[in-house]
Each structure stands twice: as C-alpha cells, then as structure tokens.
C-alpha cells in the first residue's frame, strides 16, 4: 500500500509549473482518491 | 490562492475530515509554492479568502518531494513531468513546501 492509499488528495497545479492533470495522470494508480485538481494561472 | 480553490480546500476539509486530506502542489516558483503552502496550513497569508485566519493543518506537499515522486507512475512521470523536471528548481521548491509543512502542519502522509 502506497502512502496515499485512501486519501482525499487536492492537486494544486500550475499553468508555468506542473499543471493539475499531468500530476492526476501520475498519481491516478497510487491509490489516492482525487478530490478535485485545478490549475492556476498569474496572468 | 484562488479564492474560489480555497473554499473548495475547505470544503474538502470539513467534508472527509483534515487528517485525510493531502494537498499536492505544482507550483513554478519557491515563494509562490510558499504562499500556497501556508494558505492550507495556517490559513491565509493575504486575509483576502475564506482561509484566512483557518488554519487547516493539512498535510501540503509539492510534486517534486520525493514522498510523492515515489506515488507516481515511473513511466507517466517521465511523460508528463520529466520536461518541467529538468526546467525548474526541483530542490527549492520541494525545500519551501518542506518548510512550511514542518512550521504549520498538523498531519503528513
């Protein structure tokens, strides 16, 4: 069991960093239950 | 933080309970990945959102940890990750979340 098994993950993304679906793509068999995933942008 | 994402984040808090949240960042920058990480720690930095003056404890990492790079798919991470790897400072980042999780934070995974 990985260490996100079962846990309400929030991805905070990035738009000129890690952008929320790219990190959702990764984690998506870890185990963890994604809440919601966004991606900020500052411009 | 968006005023709107911070309202979700303490949704989720209230809803599954903050010791089985876990926030996740991709931030570009240190002192943005900061401010973000003490906005769901210790609540908001600016006092303009719903955070503010809530401190959440959650357990806030960035994507470049190796906790969470260790989650990942190896292969996906490559895919989608690798490029940004390579551009940003890995280590500054996952150092300024590290920081500020060991300051505010309640929990950790």
Known sequence: MGKLAGKKVVLLGERDGVPGPAMEACLKNSGADIVFSVTECFV | ?109
């Open chain 2, 1 to 109: 933080m968006d005023l709107q994402n911070q309202q979700r984040v303490k949704d989720a808090a209230e809803k599954y309970g903050s010791e089985n949240v876990v926030v996740i960042l991709g931030s570009s920058d240190a002192e943005g990945a900061e401010i973000y990480a003490e906005t769901v720690t210790n609540g908001d930095p600016t006092y303009a959102g719903p955070l503010a003056g809530v401190p959440l404890g959650l357990a806030v990492y960035h994507v470049f940890e190796d906790a969470i790079r260790q989650e990942a798919d190896p292969a996906l991470w490559e895919e989608q990750i690798g490029m940004m790897e390579m551009v940003l400072d890995t280590e500054a980042l996952a150092k300024a979340v590290a920081g500020m999780r060991e300051q505010y934070s309640k929990y950790a995974i």
